[in-house]
């Protein structure tokens, strides 16, 4: 028998979504993100079940050429624009719109040859202060752009820092539109969390990640209640049930120790797999579609949980890390992360399915 570990995508969930996005921002295209293998669930599956969207963007080359060879027409971006003057032929190739955040990136596109005029989004740093040109260097940027002999569409572009906190983003957004003024320009500016609570900032397009995949952006409010469908279930078995006695200790370090006689089962899902291991006693898990709780410390292939609570419980039995039933955020959020960090790290090792 294989190791019970999966990962259940579901797609429906994923189009779900699409829709749900649709009526958040209904005149703004929509840029799928499936950058970092479709956050863990599988680049091409994503862009399978999302194939309504506007456009995918990506980080690399090599992400953008799997969109193309499996027959995707739309606009895909790479989000970090090319890193060396080598891959704009495959840029022009295969007709990919870059962010040029960089001067660097702007001389690559000066001395570049291309049969066709390359789509580039030029980033500006409104307030991330992570890519883009400063609000004083963005003006000659645009010039310099304008100026490539091999540069056609352009698209003003800029990332949110706090979209999805109590700041908010309207700094960003008022120094965005103080520099943009005039331009006539495509714009993109929200990811999920910005084109739900802030559609004034939907512009042409809209990249969205995190909510695609079904997880709400928010700390205070639930997927569910934004009408969002988790897009993968992490599940696995009960292999092993032990009965401890009262003081017993349970897993590395002795950090548990039993607080009475009590069943446990050990679970085939460890920090190998993607789980985090610093999740510590307490964390939320279901076993047979009940809530029960992790018990010790996660090992790289196991981890214990409480069967007190589910005396029907036994060896074979059924149990979701996250996912329909326990949304990833609450995972997250009692492992001290954020949803993308556990969908993203979702190991090799375990085998996706699709419902
Ligand atoms: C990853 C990414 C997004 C998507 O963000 P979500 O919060 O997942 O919607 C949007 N824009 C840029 C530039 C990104 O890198």
């Known amino acids: 028998m294989t190791r019970p570990i999966q990962a259940i995508v579901h ?43 506007d456009g995918f963007a990506v980080l690399s080359v090599e992400e953008a050429v799997r969109l193309r060879e499996a027959g995707f027409t739309q606009p895909i971006l790479l989000l970090e624009g ?107 500016l929200a990811n999920s969390a910005a084109c739900l609570r ?37 599940v696995s078995e009960i292999i092993s049930v032990q009965n401890v006695k009262l003081g017993e200790q349970v897993g590395y370090g002795g950090t548990y120790r039993a607080e009475r006689d009590m069943r446990i089962g050990i679970v085939a899902c460890g920090y190998a797999d993607g789980y985090p291991r610093h999740a510590e006693t307490g964390t939320p898990i279901l076993v047979m579609g009940q809530r029960t709780r992790t018990l010790g410390r996660v090992s790289m292939d196991m981890l214990a949980v409480d069967l007190g609570e589910i005396p029907d419980a036994g060896v074979g039995s059924p149990v979701t890390l996250w996912g329909v039933g326990l949304p990833v955020e609450e995972v997250a959020r009692a492992t001290g992360t954020i949803s993308y960090e556990l969908l993203c790290a979702r190991a090799e090792r375990v085998l996706v399915i699709e419902d």
């Not at 580039?120 to 010039?143: I, Q």
């Not at 990640?209 to 993968?232: H, V």
């Open 82 to 188: 090319v890193f060396e003057s080598g891959e704009l032929s495959v840029v022009s190739e295969l007709g990919l719109c870059i962010v040029v955040h960089s001067v660097e990136q702007i001389e690559m596109l000066r001395r570049g040859w291309s049969p066709v005029k390359l789509s580039v989004f030029l980033k500006l740093n409104t307030g991330m202060h992570r890519l883009g040109f400063a609000p004083d260097a963005f003006r000659s940027a645009l010039a310099a752009l304008q100026a490539c002999a091999i540069v056609g569409q352009i698209t003003l572009m800029t990332h949110f820092a706090t979209a999805d906190e109590a700041l908010g983003v309207s700094d960003q957004l008022a120094r965005f539109n103080t520099l943009t003024q005039g331009l006539t320009f495509p714009r993109t």
């Open 11 to 53: 797609p429906a969930a994923l189009v779900n979504n699409l829709l749900v996005a649709r009526q958040a921002v209904p005149a703004a295209k929509i840029m799928a993100v499936v950058k970092a293998n479709g956050y863990g669930h599988g680049l091409l599956r994503v862009a399978r079940a999302l194939e309504e969207s």
């Open 198 to 234: 802030y559609p004034e900032t939907q512009g042409d397009w809209v990249r969205l990640g995190i909510m695609l995949y079904g997880a709400s952006p928010f700390a205070t409010q639930r997927a569910a209640d934004i009408g969002l469908e988790p897009a993968m279930s992490l």
